[in-house]
């Protein structure tokens, strides 16, 4: 068998290869292969919590972003029994959080939503949770909204991975679950966040948003307004993409 | 009690010699203020040299820690369909005159519930301030009630409220003949590492904990693996619902437990132990230390154990909080590392990355007793009992609707029906065989067998006589699994809250056939999509249900095509409880 046979599995059929090391994402990504994925940005560590990701490996079903390839798996990606399992995913995290798409600045930048499109979710359809959460304005330049966090735990590993620094936490157990600061007062305009870091930017949803730049881009040249998730997704790995596009 | 009641400080350390561990330090500011407060958390994030986030994240995960006031006694219900009696909590609630869940204005009081605490075979049990009290009735209540009203310090009780006094029914292989101190341990030395977990591996044994690993494996690859050190862990969590086996083994055979870690960590090249203790357990604190202390004395822990030159091993013990999740391995290893019990990502495996990422070997409680008996016996011993691929004995842990609960060993692949005949159980229509997460087995099949290649079982059998409502039941495990779950990934976290709305709305008559419908679809996802075992199992009593009782869900249903899960009724309760109006003019129809 030649070295490329050997490192290689399929993905929906098609040959993908891969090197030691990388997980099904990394080879996909690499291949130009969409697979969903909300936690996951390929810079920063696998998290695997938000299942977006979920591909069935030989029958199995696995988390793509943490899963490592290995020779000859066959993974089955994009079919429809896998879109409604991601959709029915994109409904609970809407469901589970308060998410008023219409007065939300990240409207049209938020990858959530985006995939809601993408993966053809008509409506929240399970019983909303309307939970009570704390909103943090403490901070000069930024604002934590906690009604529309996933919990997808970027913002901690940006935090910790890239800026050097140790602002937010996963706190609390099951739906009780929420996004804290690392400072003496719990507060964000305690903390040592600068609008400059990773983690004030690479928040997926509208959590973490800058404040005194209301609505620049309008409504129908946003990120998802212009391209699909996929597209937006593969073709820049970029960890800056939600940032808006006339800074 | 005295000290308790004027809030002095009663650090873990002094009291019961535990180790410094974010868990210890919690539990004594807990106790000492009844709360956590601010002040306390920064201290502790500066002796413990932890972030800030990290120790409210932990205060936050845990049950047993809280943000506000609990009384000075701080009662907590054990909500188990077999430990449990709500209606038990609501009589003292209304002799104490204390709301659930919020503390008297006078701070002598709390009472609330909280999931299984292993009491299964004492009938309705509480905890509290640490301790046990079970076989609860209407006179127990009043009794407490007055020691509380009184501020009788909790030593001075009635010790006969505090006695738990566990039947073992049928001794097997494991109980009948204890271990002599050290046998297992000479009987190691004299074959060396490599033969004795050959000696495990011909055994068969397989782990006790619910997945079946097997023993003799999971010992080699710990070996195999690279690494500073090598760890042993004892999970000692015991949370799932209806079992309490565990708790018999630490309580009279915790010379063997040691003794089998002890053997592990020959096997591995191990320095230190761990034995995880659920903190529904901390009574038993000062008993198992006690036994420490003696094999420390008697030279089977410490340095050159037995006189084997070079080879020191010691335990310690930590305490958890209230989280089930924990009994989860990796996530125990995050509670044992100060963290939230959050479930890790595997590949890699605890054996190759466990604690402080070293290799790490975690057994249950009974599968180090089994292996000590094993090493001493030989694995011909073992594997002469059970099946071809569930060698040994099972501990059973039998509660519920029957006239004998205890403690049952049996040889793996008797049939629930032997179970039933020989606990007095004549009128089951279902049993919970391994808990909430196991499987509802209705009675057209009590001839299966408890084995793991039939009804695989951590040791809950949990029994279920006619007269039960068994979507109640099913709902209490489904509220069960909410409640517990780590709220690490989207299926779980969302689903299981999801779940138990569904289950809710059709217990309460307000379900329709696609409500129904929708909660399978839902169940399934749940099950197949979630990260740990706790998701992929949290489901099963629903599908269970659904699939062998289909009639339980049909009879409740609502013979419409839509019902909304807004309550128009329950909407209201606020403006009930403004104007001081419960009357029927006050509700809808
Ligand atoms: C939610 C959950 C709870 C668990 N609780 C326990 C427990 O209380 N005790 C236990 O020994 N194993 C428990 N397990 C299984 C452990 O993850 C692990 O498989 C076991 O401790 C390994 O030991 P064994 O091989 O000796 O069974 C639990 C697993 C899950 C998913
Ligand atoms: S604030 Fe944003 S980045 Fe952080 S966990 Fe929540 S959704 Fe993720
Ligand atoms: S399945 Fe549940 S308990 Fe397990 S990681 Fe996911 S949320 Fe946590
Ligand atoms: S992207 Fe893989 S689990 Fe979130």
């Not at chain 2, 039960?468 to 517990?484: G, M, S, W």
Request: net charge negative.
């Amino acid at each position: 068998m030649n070295q490329l046979l050997e490192n290689t599995l399929t993905i929906d059929g098609q040959v993908v290869p891969f090197s030691a090391g990388q997980t099904i994402m990394d080879a996909a990504l690499a291949a130009g292969i969409y697979i969903p994925h909300l936690c996951h940005k390929p810079e920063l560590k696998p998290h695997g919590s938000c299942k977006l990701c979920t591909v069935d490996v030989d029958g199995r079903s696995m988390s793509a972003c943490t899963f490592p390839a290995s020779q000859g798996m066959q993974v089955a990606n994009n079919t429809p029994a896998l879109t409604e399992v991601r959709k029915t995913l994109v409904q609970m995290l809407f469901v589970e959080g308060n998410h008023l798409c219409p007065t939300c600045d990240k409207t049209g930048d938020c990858t959530l939503q985006a995939l809601g499109y993408h993966l053809g979710m008509l409506d929240g359809h399970f019983p909303p949770f309307y939970p009570r959460r704390e909103v943090d304005a403490s901070h000069p330049d930024l604002i934590l909204d906690r009604d529309r966090c996933i919990m997808c735990g970027l913002c901690v590993r940006a935090s910790q991975q890239i800026d050097g620094k140790n602002v937010f936490a996963l706190s609390g157990r099951g739906a009780q679950n929420h996004v804290i600061v690392n400072s003496p007062s719990g507060k964000l305009g305690d903390s040592d966040l600068n609008k400059d870091d990773l983690a004030a930017h690479i928040c997926p949803v509208g959590a973490i948003l800058p404040k005194n730049h209301g609505h620049e881009v309008p409504i129908g040249r946003r990120t998802f307004d212009l391209h699909t998730v996929a597209e937006s997704d593969i073709a820049t790995f970029n960890l800056h993409k939600t940032e808006h596009h006339d800074d | 009690m005295q000290q308790l009641l004027q809030g002095e400080p009663c650090p873990d350390q002094a009291v019961n010699g535990l180790m410094p561990h974010l868990l210890h330090q919690l539990h004594a500011i807990q106790q000492q203020y009844r709360y956590i407060p601010t002040q306390q958390s920064k201290q502790v994030s500066e002796t413990l040299q932890l972030p800030l986030a990290q120790i409210e994240s932990v205060i936050d995960f845990y049950s047993f820690f809280t943000r506000t006031p609990r009384g000075q006694y701080t009662l907590l219900f054990s909500n188990c369909t077999s430990c449990g009696d709500l209606a038990l909590m609501r009589e003292l609630c209304q002799l104490l005159k204390v709301e659930q869940g919020i503390t008297r204005t006078d701070g002598l009081v709390s009472i609330d519930e909280t999931s299984c605490i292993g009491m299964c075979d004492h009938g309705a049990s509480l905890l509290i301030n640490d301790r046990v009290i079970a076989h609860l009735d209407s006179t127990r209540l009043k009794q407490i009630a007055e020691y509380i009203e009184s501020k009788t310090p909790l030593d001075q009780w009635s010790p006969e409220l505090f006695s738990i006094n566990t039947q073992i029914y049928k001794k097997g292989l494991l109980l009948e003949q204890p271990l002599e101190q050290g046998s297992a341990l000479t009987a190691a030395f004299k074959l060396g590492s490599d033969a004795l977990i050959q000696t495990l591996k011909q055994s068969g044994l397989r782990g006790r904990g619910g997945a079946g690993f097997t023993t003799g494996m999971k010992w080699e690859f710990c070996r195999q693996a690279q690494g500073a050190q090598h760890y042993v862990v004892c999970n000692a969590d015991e949370g799932e619902p209806g079992t309490f086996k565990d708790r018999i083994l630490l309580t009279d055979h915790a010379h063997e437990l040691f003794e089998g870690m002890t053997v592990a960590a020959y096997a591995l090249g191990a320095q230190q132990g761990y034995l995880y203790l659920r903190g529904e357990y901390r009574y038993l604190v000062p008993h198992i230390q006690q036994v420490l202390t003696e094999r420390r004395q008697q030279q089977l822990l410490g340095q050159n154990i037995l006189g084997q030159q070079g080879f020191t091993f010691d335990i310690e013990l930590v305490v958890g909080a209230g989280a089930y999740i924990c009994g989860e391995e990796s996530a125990l290893l995050e509670s044992l590392e100060q963290k939230r019990g959050v479930p890790r990502i595997r590949p890699p495996f605890p054996v190759t990355h466990g604690y402080l990422g070293q290799p790490t070997v975690v057994n249950n409680v009974e599968t180090f007793v089994a292996a000590a008996h094993i090493v001493s016996k030989g694995a011909n011993w073992f594997k002469a009992h059970g099946t071809e691929q569930s060698a040994g004995s099972k501990l059973l842990s039998i509660s519920g609707d029957c006239t004998k609960a205890g403690i049952y060993e049996y040889a793996f692949g008797v049939t629930v029906q032997q179970v039933l005949d020989d606990c007095g159980a004549s009128d089951a229509q279902a049993v919970q065989v391994g808990g909430p997460s196991g499987t509802l087995v209705h009675r057209k099949d009590f001839g299966r067998q408890l084995a793991f290649e039939d009804l695989a079982t951590g040791g809950s059998i949990m029994i279920y006589g006619q007269q039960r409502d068994l979507l109640k039941v099913v709902r209490n495990f489904t509220h069960f699994f909410a409640h517990e779950s780590c709220g690490f990934c989207t299926p779980c976290r969302v689903g299981t809250p999801l779940l138990r709305k569904y289950l809710d709305k059709i217990e309460a008559g307000h379900g329709t056939a696609y409500d129904r419908e929708e909660m399978a679809r839902l169940a399934k996802l749940v099950k197949k999509r979630s990260h740990c075992g706790l998701g992929q199992t949290a489901a099963n009593p629903i599908l269970d249900l659904l699939e062998h009782f289909p009639h339980v869900c049909e009879q409740r249903l609502l013979h419409q095509e839509y019902e909304p899960f807004f309550n128009l009724d329950a909407a209201l309760e606020t403006t009930r409880q403004l104007s001081h109006r419960d009357d029927a003019e006050a509700h809808l129809a």
